[in-house]
Nanobody
Framework: QVQLVESGGGLVQPGGSLRLSCAAS????????MGWYRQAPGKQRELVAA???????NYADSVKGRFTISRDNAKNTVSLQMNSLEPEDTAVYYC???????????????WGQGTQVTVSS
């Protein structure tokens, strides 16, 4: 069994910063991409940032220059530093990872439970 546990959401004023963290645990053999998605009320879930084990990261155009994704492969963690937050960033943020377990034949998609980020004055 695999779990993704997120932390770090909350309420922040426009222009402020928050840092989200996510830790993967369980019978993990290998992790491919890790990343963050978000879903605002009435909207579809969208990619915020994704990062392969090595190589180039991928950001949504709306967060480029403001958000930074990082991961620690040894600890199976991924973080999202969010700066210059805007009210439009308000959403539930979900951690995502493609994980191969010790018993699975390939990589499966796993999601965290979500953490609320609210940007408001």
């Amino acid at each position: 069994q695999v779990q993704l546990v997120e932390s770090g959401g909350g309420l922040v004023q426009p222009g402020g910063s928050l840092r989200l963290s996510c830790a993967a645990s369980g019978s993990i053999f290998s992790i491919n991409a890790m990343g963050w998605y978000r879903q605002a009320p009435g909207k579809q879930r969208e990619l915020v940032a994704a990062m392969p084990p090595r190589g180039k990261t991928n950001y949504a155009d709306s967060v480029k220059g403001r958000f930074t994704i990082s991961r620690d492969n040894a600890k199976n963690t991924v973080s999202l530093q969010m700066n210059s937050l805007e009210p439009e960033d308000t959403a539930v943020y979900y951690c995502h990872a493609d994980i191969r377990t010790w018993i699975s034949g390939g990589f499966n998609s796993y999601w965290g439970q979500g953490t609320q980020v609210t940007v408001s004055s």
